[in-house]
């Protein structure tokens, strides 16, 4: 760790690897160990036989008349649930393999096969996604940009070098740049993501709230499940990148800034037209919830991080030829309504010029 390499599995398996004889994994010599991988490798027969079965009835069922199905339509409906049966017996039959946990600990599971994405799925669930639930809440991002939002895909957040935990102050020289993302899926196949990054705090004096900006627009991204890597700053200008990164920020005095990077998935086969949501997007008053609607596309997946005015915002805002720079916001004092009421007790009786000494 020194060395800036990642020890690989947990603590008590390297423990066990140093106390060992370098022995390949499944030929350690315990009779016990070796007995249960004895159950486990029978069961796993078991379920491969269900998984011909099933592999049978799906040709079967291909192949026959829509007719005798009950239509086109309630034949897709059993296939797509054989289809699911299927994908259930796949991470069944390897859910106990030994040397399946061991690759996956290790970081070597190829996330193209069911039961690696089952369990990165079920890691991420026990502790990263409650995070973004929680942050989700605590920065009211529900419902300030959107009225509903389950994340079902894994997030990552990064700006050069630094990785940004949800909802992570960054400094503004570091987020002066375009973010990388990290977006996991956990279904099988390629499919096209829009990004979205919008800050929800921008000041708005004259009617006393805040209004939204839009600091990054781009459609027709691939991914899936072995391609997660996203770099905002590759966007293809042509057909993908709507509008390109602003530099978020915070004027001196406001409060600070949610800049929430959202992921949403388009529908199989939905192309978005770059060129013609150019002419209808803008970035001030920028409504997620009208881009998510018009365009039917369904959020995913959340980046989170927070930006206040630092030493360096005065310079980005500069370079990058944002107005504002030289503003600070100050709170309106308000009077109190309540009448001022006159002097009692002991201010009553010392109220003359003779006590002035008195006074504060």
């Not at 079920?122 to 991002?141: C, D």
């Not at 042509?238 to 600070?256: D, H, M, T």
Request: charged share 30%; with cysteine.
């Amino acid at each position: 760790m020194r060395q800036g390499i990642m020890p690989i599995g947990s603590r008590r398996r390297r423990a066990a690897l140093k106390t060992s004889a370098n022995i390949p994994f499944e030929q350690l010599p315990y009779q016990c160990f070796q007995e249960a991988r004895k159950v486990l490798q029978a069961d796993r027969e078991e379920k491969l036989e269900m998984i011909a079965k099933e592999r049978l009835r799906l040709k079967n069922l291909e192949a026959q008349d829509a007719s005798v199905s009950g239509g086109e339509k309630q034949k897709q409906t059993r296939i797509e649930s054989i289809k699911r049966y299927l994908e259930y017996l796949k991470i069944q039959a390897d859910i106990n393999d030994p040397l399946i946990k061991k690759r996956f600990e290790d970081g070597e599971g190829d996330m193209n096969k069911p039961i690696y994405r089952y369990l990165a799925d079920r890691k991420w669930r026990e502790y990263q996604r409650k995070i973004i639930v929680q942050r989700l809440e605590q920065f009211s991002i529900v419902p300030d940009l959107l009225p509903h939002f389950e994340p079902t895909a894994e997030v990552r957040l990064a700006f050069q070098a630094r990785n940004v935990q949800p909802g992570d102050y960054v400094d503004s020289r570091v987020s002066e740049f375009p973010a990388r993302l990290k977006v996991q899926v956990f279904d099988k196949g390629e499919r096209l993501v829009s990004v979205v990054v919008v800050d929800a705090d921008v000041p708005n004096v004259e009617n006393d709230h805040f209004n939204t900006r839009c600091h990054y627009l781009a459609a027709n991204i691939p991914i899936s499940p072995v391609q997660d890597s996203l770099p905002l700053s590759r966007a293809n200008p042509e057909s993908q990148l709507i509008l390109p990164w602003l530099p978020p920020f915070a004027q001196k005095g406001s409060p600070y800034h949610r800049y929430s990077i959202f992921v949403l998935e388009q529908k199989p086969g939905q192309v978005l037209d770059v060129a013609a949501l150019k002419e209808l997007y803008q970035r001030d008053r920028f409504n997620l919830r009208g881009f998510k609607d018009r365009h039917d596309v369904q959020p995913i997946g959340l980046g989170l991080f927070r930006s206040e005015w630092d030493e360096g915002t005065k310079g980005v805002m500069q370079r990058a030829g944002i107005e504002g720079w030289d503003m600070e916001f100050k709170r309106t004092r308000i009077p109190a309504l309540k009448p001022k009421q006159k002097a009692r007790g002991w201010e009553a009786r010392h109220a003359s010029d003779k006590y002035k000494s008195l006074r504060r």
